[in-house]
């Protein structure tokens, strides 16, 4: 293919020849000629080609976390002739960005020689992304032709959500008395906490837990009695639907950290994602459970309703296998009144819950701004959502929910959440 120079020269001597002519100026036509010449030689003269070239990518990691770092190496081996100037650009995806190096460069790559190039990518956004094609472009010496070719090498890197770390909290699991969890309990049976003496049962007791000292003092046998210890269970549910679309990935990385700290306590967890679907994963107590709730997060993203009227019974269904004794603590902006409605009239309004909102608010105006949206504009839509965040509240307060707000920011760290918000149901 042809370049732009190479028109406006052709077309430059072509005026200056056609000049000569009309002119009947020998002068000009015979300093025209030698160029035309050259011109000539250079055009047909073949472009050295990439279809001789060898190319590997290679990507430090294929799995990572949300706004992590990661390097991308390109491996180039020419096998056929030298190629003067080889322009490269290697297509990322969407919401990400190169934070070091360049995806697009220019390189002399002489014949039998090996190169590389390497870039940082940084990634905002989860799920599966595919890094990829390899679009190339060979020059020759004076960029009047090119070859352009696309090697289709794509590599997949699978994003998924942050997890934080709530370890080193100052919140000890006999203190989770509002989940009524791993807590003394009004259950009486066989476990090592000592909860009192009585009467021995000669059908129900073991003679190894006969108290002799209280046997002496009353003259009959006394059996000592324990608490029963039970798993906290903990339902935790997302609200992915649209209105939740600027939080959805805070809320994520918050609820995350939760499920990792309440498993280190050995908890019972479950995980619901509500949109116009209802994604879920079932109680469980293993340390590798958080790796199922990290697959499944990895795969939520906002999600149109398209009947709000069936959503109450979709919740219920959620929630129906989880016991009656169970927290549920739900992430929502609390923005969506169709979505607050849903949940008084759900099964969720006779339940303990309790509701983490993010504030969206804050969220909404920050993108607003890079709009470049008149002030006056942009404080009447923030009073719009207030106005309409202050609806939402009081319908769920007035229904028996629970409401806890926190900055969605992403420069908040999960240190200043947990300690403006756990305190409040965990003690």
Not at 218 to 234: D, H, P
Not at 253 to 260: I, Q, V
Not at 333 to 344: E, K, M, Y
């Amino acid at each position: 293919m042809y370049t732009t120079r190479s028109y406006i020269m052709v077309a430059f001597l072509g005026c200056f020849t056609i000049i000569g002519l009309i002119t009947y100026n020998i002068g000009i036509i015979l300093a025209v000629s030698p160029l035309f010449l050259a011109l000539v030689l250079i055009l047909s003269k073949p472009i050295p080609t990439s279809r001789n070239l060898q190319f590997e990518r290679h990507v430090a990691k294929l799995r990572i976390q949300e706004q992590e770092v990661i390097e991308v190496t390109l491996k180039f081996h020419n096998t056929g002739r030298t190629i003067e100037e080889l322009e490269i650009w290697d297509q990322i995806p969407r919401n990400t960005v190169v934070v070091e190096g360049s995806r697009h460069t220019f390189l002399h790559l002489p014949s039998n020689e090996s190169i590389e190039i390497s870039y940082s990518l940084k990634f905002f956004k989860r799920g599966s992304l595919e890094i990829g094609p390899i679009y190339l472009r060979s020059h020759d010496l004076f960029h009047f032709r090119f070859e352009e070719r696309i090697k289709h090498i794509r590599t997949e890197v699978k994003v998924i959500p942050r997890v934080g770390d709530l370890s080193n909290f100052p919140l000890r699991s006999q203190l989770l008395i509002y989940f009524n969890g791993i807590i003394r309990s009004n259950y009486r049976g066989d476990s090592h906490e000592f909860r009192g003496v009585r009467d021995y049962n000669p059908s129900t007791d073991s003679l190894k837990h006969i108290n002799w000292s209280a046997t002496a003092r009353k003259g009959y046998l006394q059996s000592n009695e324990f608490e029963l210890m039970r798993a906290t269970k903990v339902h935790i549910i997302i609200d992915s639907t649209p209105n939740s679309s600027s939080t959805l990935s805070s809320s994520i990385e918050m609820a995350l950290a939760l499920s990792d700290y309440l498993l280190t306590n050995r908890c019972q967890v479950a995980i619901s994602a509500i949109d116009d679907k209802i994604s879920s994963i079932p109680f469980r107590s293993h340390s590798r459970h958080l790796i199922d709730m990290v697959e499944l997060f990895t795969t939520v993203f906002p999600e149109p309703v398209s009947n709000y009227g069936i959503l109450p019974g979709r919740i219920d269904v959620a929630i129906e296998k989880t016991h009656e004794d169970a927290i549920i603590i739900i992430f929502s902006p609390i923005q969506d009144q169709r979505f607050c409605s849903a949940l008084v009239k759900s099964q969720l309004a006779h339940r303990a819950k309790v509701i983490f909102a993010p504030d969206a608010i804050r969220k909404e105006c920050a993108f607003l701004s890079t709009r470049k949206i008149d002030q006056e504009e942009m404080k009447l839509v923030k009073e719009m959502m207030l106005f309409q965040r202050e609806i939402n509240h009081n319908l769920l307060e007035e229904h028996g929910f629970p409401i806890i707000y926190w900055d969605a920011d992403k420069k908040t760290s999960l240190e200043e959440f947990a300690r403006q918000t756990l305190p409040r149901i965990f003690t």
